[in-house]
């Protein structure tokens, strides 16, 4: 995005490299040439072989200035948006099973944001549960600020909110995966769960879950697409792409807090738990 106005110049540095490129890869094979043909004629053995060590420091290597000079407006442009304070948390928040304030954090912040969308655009239905893998939490979130750089480290990938309508009995599938595994993010939700990992009692939206009857799960089109072992949502009745970034919307929703004066406090309530 940051690049944008300047393709023009951009694009100039690129096909003079290119060519540059592709001038050193004819020389390169000229060469090649050369001595395959000179082998040809001449056999030739090997008498010693010499080994030494090469350096591959940082410092053993030297900077184009050209590239230099052309990225460093978007670098400091970058820098400081990285640098914009999004929120005051607190504590730290971060990640663990069977359940963690970093996770409850991002799954309410998923479920409300479906909601949200769904609301805005009139539909006839909202999500029952949200879910957040486990592994899509990449870093904690620090006590105190919370910058939105800090926000691309919790989540590095592009992952686009989407919402599936699930039969009862997938939601049940979906839902002994996630109990074997011993915990994920999850919202809308209260799970629990025996030592084997199976499921002892189960209600979604306060309510006693019922097999017959159809859920709506918000989650990443990642999950969804069947990514970490979720290949049942591939039943999913209706499918939901959304457009919006969850990372943007975390970003989003913790602005508008900050604005507001309110800092991120999280708690513990059970959702996930062992009987």
């Known amino acids: 995005m940051f690049i944008r106005n300047n393709k023009n110049v951009i694009g100039n540095k690129a096909i003079f490299y290119s060519g540059k490129i592709k001038r050193m890869r004819y020389s390169f094979i000229l060469i090649m040439l050369l001595i395959i043909s000179f082998s040809c004629k001449t056999p030739l053995s090997v008498s010693s072989v010499e080994m030494d060590n090469i350096s591959n420091q940082p410092s053993s290597f030297s900077d184009d ?12 442009s970058l820098e400081e948006d990285m640098s914009e304070v999004l929120a005051i948390s607190s504590e730290e928040l971060s990640k663990a099973k069977p359940e963690s304030k970093l996770s409850n954090f991002v799954a309410d912040l998923l479920m409300n944001s479906g909601k949200s969308y769904c609301r805005m655009n ?37 992952n686009e909110m989407v919402l599936l309508k699930l039969p009862g009995a997938t939601m049940m599938k979906f839902l002994k995966l996630v109990a074997a595994r011993g915990g994920d993010g999850i919202a ?12 002892s009692s189960l209600q979604i939206g306060g309510r006693t879950f019922n097999e017959a009857q159809d859920y709506w799960l918000v989650t990443n089109d990642y999950i969804a697409g ?16 959304t457009g919006l970034r969850i990372r ?28």
């Open 122 to 158: 009139n539909k006839a239905f909202s999500p029952d549960m949200a879910f957040v893998n486990y592994g899509g939490l990449r870093t904690s979130l620090p006590r105190g600020e919370v910058t939105v750089g800090k926000i691309y480290e919790l989540m590095p990938f592009e």
């Open 248 to 275: 943007d919307l975390i970003i989003d929703s913790l602005k508008q807090n900050y604005k507001d004066g309110k800092r991120i406090r999280i708690e513990l309530d059970g959702r996930f738990y062992y009987e």
């Open 226 to 241: 069947g990514g970490d072992a979720m290949t049942m949502l591939a039943e999913a009745t209706e499918y939901l792409g």
């Open 188 to 199: 809308g939700v209260k799970l629990g769960i025996q030592a084997d990992g199976s499921i």
């Open 65 to 76: 200035s050209a590239i230099v000079r052309l990225v460093a407006p978007y670098r400091q």
